[in-house]
């Protein structure tokens, strides 16, 4: 075995670049005796063929299961400590109307963010008093939307937002509950533009200005105060990050809870998935004991009673449960340097389907989709098809190197902010979203035609002759 020289050092030389690691892979993904990928009885070369391909391919159960083991983790562990948990799904991970049932069937809340994510989740069905609206900039039409649609609980972002949504459900005679979002100074350990939390952004009001907030949504008869919100990032894997945001959310709901009851804390998203075998991810059972450990020890230590804990995790729900299909086109040998030979294989979609690593530099991996191979594993750099050379999907990993043009390629740990971060970019259509249960699959988002892509463009003699409608 040679090591290119090209790997990087977290990149393992793979024994065998057939296997699919358990914790990058849906529960369902396995290979055939034949050696392709088939998930929840359903192989790759069907999905392909009936579906096309670029393809995201969510293994539904894998969904459904991470999302009660997110309620069940959570309702154990705070029903131990004499309190109650909810889980919201945080819908800009991945929302269509299927997801939206899939987790409120699982007992989950929804995190919208958005009047089109708020669209989304009330049209699939979900009972809107089960809606947290968030969003550092809500439109006026989206508070009244919110408001008058009975969603359960908004996050205030701001100090005028606090006016905003208090006229919103006067006017609709409504009593609304609120949290508000603090920004509670924690770094967390994550990409920069993934922190949340750190003094130097967007969201949510400080501390410090926490305890006049309070009191102005105390005096507005329109409003009921539930409690404080913190958010401290995204693809976070140790637990001190939460740990500490927690303990410093509760000193201040401690000396807020003087003037007034405080039912809720809620804590926020951003637990980190596995996306290549060098990740560790913590299991959400360990996540919810050490949260009740530390909400439990605080509230002792303060002298107050344990509040009602809120999380909000999207990616680890539906991050893990699905992979991208991809179909092999152009390969070439790239000499680096003069010294070592990097293999670029180029695939039918891109970062208009996944923008995360040309973003933050995420990196995935990658296995042969459609057949087992014996062939040594060779490094190979997934790129699209796109102008623009930072359109990476892979930057590393090995495949068997006899990959051909034609094969099937798949990507996994793709269903979270990819499908949702998709573009347009070179006009290419956003792929569809499979879903696969029980040796079924059924489409549960179509894939954007070229129809759909000319269909907005004013300057076509379609649309001048329909008055531009
Ligand atoms: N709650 C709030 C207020 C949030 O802003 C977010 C994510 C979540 C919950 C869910 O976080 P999660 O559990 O999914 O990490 N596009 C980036 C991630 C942006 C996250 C934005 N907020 C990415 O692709 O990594």
């Known amino acids: 075995m040679t090591v290119n020289p090209l790997a990087p050092s977290w990149l393992a030389h793979p024994e065998d670049a ?64 004499g309190s109650a948990a909810k889980v919201y799904y945080a819908g800009k991970a991945f929302l269509s109307a299927e997801v939206a049932r899939w987790v409120t069937e699982a007992g989950l809340f929804i995190d919208v963010c958005s009047g089109g994510e708020l669209a989304v989740a009330l049209a699939a069905g979900v009972d809107p008093a ?28 701001s100090l005028v937002e606090i006016e905003r949504v208090a006229d919103a459900a006067a006017r609709h005679s409504r009593v609304q509950q609120v949290r508000l979002r603090l920004n509670s100074g924690v770094h967390a350990h994550t990409h920069e533009y993934l922190a949340t939390a750190r003094e130097d952004q967007k969201f949510g009001i400080t501390l410090a200005d926490a305890p006049a907030a309070v009191a102005r949504i105390r005096e507005l008869g329109s409003l009921r105060f539930l409690g404080l919100h913190s958010h401290i990032g995204s693809q976070i894997f140790e637990a001190d990050g939460f740990v500490e945001a927690a303990s410093r959310l509760l000193a201040l709901h401690a000396e807020l809870l003087r003037d007034g009851p405080i039912p809720e804390l809620n804590l926020g998203g951003g637990f980190g998935i596995a996306y290549t075998s060098a990740d560790r991810a913590l299991p959400v059972s360990t996540i919810a004991a050490s949260l009740a450990e530390i909400v439990s020890s605080e509230c002792a230590r303060l002298g ?13 729900i539906v991050g893990p449960s699905t992979f991208s299909l991809y179909e092999a086109g152009t390969i070439k040998d790239v000499l680096v340097e003069g010294t070592a030979v990097r293999r670029y294989v180029s695939v039918d979609g891109g970062m208009s389907d996944n923008i995360r690593p040309a973003l933050y530099g995420a990196d995935y991996s990658v296995r042969l989709a459609n057949r087992g191979s014996d062939a040594d594993p060779t490094l ?35 269903g979270a902010y990819c499908w949702s971060l998709a573009s347009n970019y070179n006009y290419l259509g956003r792929p569809a979203v499979v879903a696969v249960l029980d040796g079924r699959a059924r489409l549960i988002v179509r894939r954007e035609t070229e129809a759909d892509l000319l269909s907005r463009d004013a300057g076509l003699p379609d649309h001048q002759s329909q008055g531009a409608a």
């Open 18 to 81: 057939n296997v699919l690691p358990p914790a990058v892979w849906s529960q369902n993904a396995s290979r055939s005796a034949s050696g392709e990928i088939v998930v929840a009885g359903v192989a790759a070369t069907d999905l392909a063929a009936e579906f096309g391909t670029p393809l995201y391919v969510v293994d539904e159960a894998d969904v459904r299961a991470r999302a009660s083991d997110a309620r069940e983790s959570f309702d154990r562990e705070f029903a131990r400590i």
């Open 130 to 157: 089960r809606l947290g609206f968030h969003g550092n900039n809500k439109s006026l039409a989206e508070i009244d939307r919110a408001v008058s649609a009975g969603v359960g609980v908004i996050i205030i972002d």
């Open 304 to 316: 107050v009673p344990v509040p009602v804990i809120a999380v909000e995790p999207g990616r680890s």
């Open 380 to 414: 190979v750099r997934v790129v699209g098809k796109h102008c623009e050379s930072g359109d990476i999907v892979v930057l590393a990993d090995y495949l068997p190197g006899d990959v051909r043009p034609g094969d099937l390629l798949a990507v996994p740990a793709t």
